[in-house]
């Protein structure tokens, strides 16, 4: 760090970092941008942000957690406009001790109407009913009245604490639950017919096994070879 002395009256002072970095900390502010951005955005390891920075494993951590705290949780006015609200849980410890699962909320207004992506909003600890009841009781009542829709996944304690803290609101199915049960729906059939028609499970060789992939296809995903062999499957009058 540099340092000046006045050569009139010899008052020494030092050169000031305040725009580089907080006062005691081991990182700039430029620093902790790149981290965040890193892990978040780019999937790199804690590990690797620590090799970039040249500090330690627990300082780099430390540094992350704050500045998506600051940025994301801290950040005021992260739950204006709020009309659309998804939930879906997500396994993030893989290990015995503690809860692994956390309850992740975001706002999919912008999806709905077509401006942007999906914002986080927050996420809890656990998976339950009472996890995400707890968080939606503790939305002002304001917030709560301006909530629209709110989507998930086929768990019903979801449902049941949605009802229960916005009366008014309308649940729904995310899309992605939808296609996955209509996918589960379609090869249940599958098997079904394939067991009546030919008495044993699919094999290779059976018309229908062949087809068990390309029936799970989008119709604007099939290339000319999957369309004849659903042309010709659907032809056969078994």
Known sequence: MRRYRCSGCGYVWRQDTNAAAEPRAKLSRRALPWALEGIVVQHLTVARVTEGLGVAWDTANDAVMAEGKRVLIDEEHRFEGVKVVGVDEHMWRHTRRGDRYVTVIIDLT???????????????????????????????QEWRDGVEVVAMDGFTGFKTAAVEELPDVVTVLDPFHVTRLAGEA??????????????????????LYAARRTLSTGADLLNDKQKDRLDTLFADEQ
């Not at 914002?119 to 939606?136: C, H, I, N, P």
């Not at 379609?186 to 018309?207: F, M, N, S, T, W």
């Open 110 to 140: 912008p999806v709905r109407d077509g401006t942007g992506p999906a914002r986080l909003l927050d996420m809890v600890e656990g998976r339950s009913k009472q996890a995400f009841k707890t968080w939606l009781a503790d939305r002002p």
């Open 186 to 207: 379609l090869d249940e059939c599958r098997r079904r017919v394939q067991q009546a028609i030919c008495g044993h499970r699919g094999r290779k060789g059976d018309p």
